[in-house]
């Protein structure tokens, strides 16, 4: 990446070797001599959330005077969906900083036409703003890693497997799901288990035990590579997102890609799913057990094509977004 002018910064706990790789710590102030060395009068395609989404108290400020200074280009790639329905509940000082770094962006990329509004609506946004959804070819080896074995057996004990991905906090839909798999289960008398992938950023031992809940069917996957993730959707019946919040909600589409059905909210991207109001239980299940009784292999191929076909475009768009022959 380097002859041709471009240089990866990445948030890591572990620092790695790597020529054409910065790795850096989150929420820390070594991104700070990284921009002194490589950002003066550079394009960044800032894919971050510590500005806008998440203002960090420090290093926004520090990052806008360091714009002032080294004059980059800064075009923020906008993801969080959540933001139009946070933001009232900021505090003065975080919307003063958020107001000030819609300020300083260049141009802004959003995920879908809903953020794009409420940025000139709300924020007062005059920039550029182009609409590109978060969705991105997986690369080659996206499928090539084998599932640990005890893993592989634990997911296998069970007749049936569900599976979901979020954060063990009430809005991401985990204890949803598993009282919806508990309702099946003792309806149906199937033997099903549920698999909870935990993006692991944060943790609430009480609402982990409230999904628990004594449920030995469950089984917990935390903070594995995305290959891992992709293998677990492949040996899974049923995927099934419960957070209401989406902005596009890209595990859907990757289980598609793995050709298992999906339960979703109406929220983010919704074509070739099954639907329901996020909050309405009884939805939930009933199109859990539709799911699990039928499943539409064909419609499934169908919007995985789709879909392929969206994020190559989509990926199109990116670079030339970034204005750099790859």
Known sequence: ???????????????????????????????????????????????SYFAIEHPHKLLLPAWIIS??????????????GSLPSRYPHFS??????????????????VVNEKLRDWLRDELGVKQKISVISSLLPLPPDAFDVSLQESLVKTISRHEKRVCSIGVFIPGYGFKEVADAVAQIRLESGEDIGLVLVDCG????????????????????????????????????????????LESYGLSRVEAIWCG?????????ETRGMLLYDYGDQAGL??????????SSQRET?????????EAEANLQELINMIGVEV
């Not at 471009?6 to 820390?28: A, G, H, I, M």
């Not at 298992?260 to 983010?268: H, I, K, L, S």
């Not at 299940?285 to 039928?294: D, E, G, I, P, T």
């Open 260 to 268: 298992v059905p999906v339960v979703a909210t109406r929220a983010g």
């Open 92 to 109: 003065r000082l975080e919307k003063i900083l958020v107001r000030a770094a819609v300020r300083s962006v260049t141009e802004f990329i």
């Open 1 to 47: 990446m380097r002859e041709r002018g471009v240089r990866l910064w990445t948030y890591s706990d572990e620092q790695q070797e790597d020529e054409n790789v910065r790795f850096l710590k989150p929420f820390r102030f070594g991104a700070i001599p990284s921009l002194i060395k490589d950002a003066f009068k550079a394009r960044i395609i800032d894919s």
């Open 301 to 309: 191929l169908h919007w995985s094509a789709v879909f392929q076909k």
């Open 201 to 244: 950023y944060v943790r609430n031992p009480k609402f982990e035990s409230e999904v628990f809940a004594d449920r030995d069917w469950i089984t917990v996957v935390a903070n594995v590579p995305q290959s891992t993730v992709m293998q677990i959707l492949k040996s899974s019946d049923l995927f099934v997102r419960a957070f209401g």
């Open 67 to 80: 714009k002032l200074l080294l004059r980059f280009e800064w075009v923020k790639i906008f993801h969080d």
């Open 285 to 294: 299940v009933r199109q859990m057990k539709a799911a699990l009784l039928n």
